[in-house]
């Protein structure tokens, strides 16, 4: 048997499902980039992820008298190799619930105090259970204690913090001087 479950369980469930999601994909980001970018290999204890690799191109360069010459460069591997980065810009959640009967939710397990939540004694906790849309020729029935829900969650990225964006600032600001 199906047990419903707490509304805010059945829509917080893919929201923490996609944060999750995000954040194993930025540590994927995070370990081509030591594993391609640096020399050594790091591991917990040791967090020195020794020096950049480059690599180191030569070339004939045509100067302005015509004639040719040798250069070189050399630039960070990371420079030329694409990253790969994914984020979660968006994320829509649309899922249908059939309500069921409310919880009361008593603080303490049912003594005679009741707290008030947002000016009602008893607050009341919705219980449903993930459910196929309804039937629009579906007849309604009268004595049912049950209804739908349809919900859609729209989320997206937040804009880095001031106090991030002040800090890639000064670290950019940094690798210049």
């Not at 930025?26 to 967090?47: H, L, M, N, P, Q």
């Not at 070339?59 to 008298?65: E, I």
């Not at 968006?90 to 049912?110: F, K, S, W, Y």
């Not at 049912?144 to 670290?171: C, D, F, R, W």
Request: negative net charge.
């Amino acid at each position: 048997m199906i047990t419903p479950k707490f509304i805010s369980d059945l829509l917080g469930a893919p929201m923490a499902a996609i944060v999750q999601a995000e954040a194993i994909a930025a540590r994927a980001t995070a370990d081509f980039i030591k594993e391609v970018g640096f020399t050594k290999s790091t591991d917990s204890v040791d967090s020195d992820f020794g020096a950049i690799k480059n690599i180191s191109f030569s070339y004939n360069r045509l100067n302005t008298d015509g004639t040719s010459q040798m250069a070189s460069i050399t630039v960070p591997l990371l420079t030329i190799v694409p990253i790969p980065t994914l984020r979660v810009a968006q994320a829509v959640i649309e899922l249908d619930l059939a309500l069921t009967q409310p919880e009361e939710n008593t603080p303490g397990g049912g003594d005679s105090k009741s707290i008030k939540n947002f000016g009602v004694e008893k607050p009341l906790r919705l219980k449903a259970l993930i459910a196929r849309k309804p039937s629009v020729s579906a007849p309604a029935t009268g004595n049912s204690i049950t209804g739908n829900m349809n919900v859609k969650i729209t989320m997206e990225q937040a804009e880095p913090t001031i106090g991030m964006v002040q800090l890639i600032n000064i670290l950019d600001n940094a690798k210049n001087e």
